[in-house]
Nanobody, 128 residues
Framework: QVQLVEFGGGLVQTGGSLRLSCAASGGTFGSYFMGWFRQAPGKEREFVAAISWEGSLTYYADSAKGRFTVARDNAKNEVYLRMSSLKPEDTAVYYC?????????????????????WGQGTQVTVSF
């Protein structure tokens, strides 16, 4: 069973950048498909990005394409979300999640219910 801890959130101005990290422990990190989700106040948790076991596949929500980059370092047991050109509508709590399925279809990993393990989240606030 894997435990996940996110860090790197904070307050940034519109147009700025942040890199979120998610550290995993207690499991075989390379066996998990990793996802990033976010949840703004009053809204449902939404998919942001996902990355396959060795990083060869990456998926992005339309809102993240061209601005966000997901990456992982299996030697460090970490997954990252590099965010640039941030907008106020990116303000949310960002979560990383892990799933041990062997499916590769994006629709599967865009569904938060598919993931078995979640971190506690890190707040990202983008000011005007």
């Amino acid at each position: 069973q894997v435990q996940l801890v996110e860090f790197g959130g904070g307050l940034v101005q519109t147009g700025g950048s942040l890199r979120l990290s998610c550290a995993a422990s207690g499991g075989t990190f390379g066996s998990y498909f990793m996802g990033w989700f976010r949840q703004a106040p009053g809204k449902e948790r939404e998919f942001v990005a996902a990355i396959s076991w060795e990083g060869s596949l990456t998926y992005y929500a339309d809102s993240a394409k061209g601005r966000f980059t997901v990456a992982r370092d299996n030697a460090k047991n970490e997954v990252y979300l590099r965010m640039s050109s941030l907008k106020p509508e990116d303000t949310a709590v960002y979560y990383c999640a892990a799933d041990d399925s062997r499916i590769t279809h994006m629709d599967y990993y865009a569904d938060p219910q598919r993931y078995d393990f979640w971190g506690q989240g890190t707040q990202v606030t983008v000011s005007f």
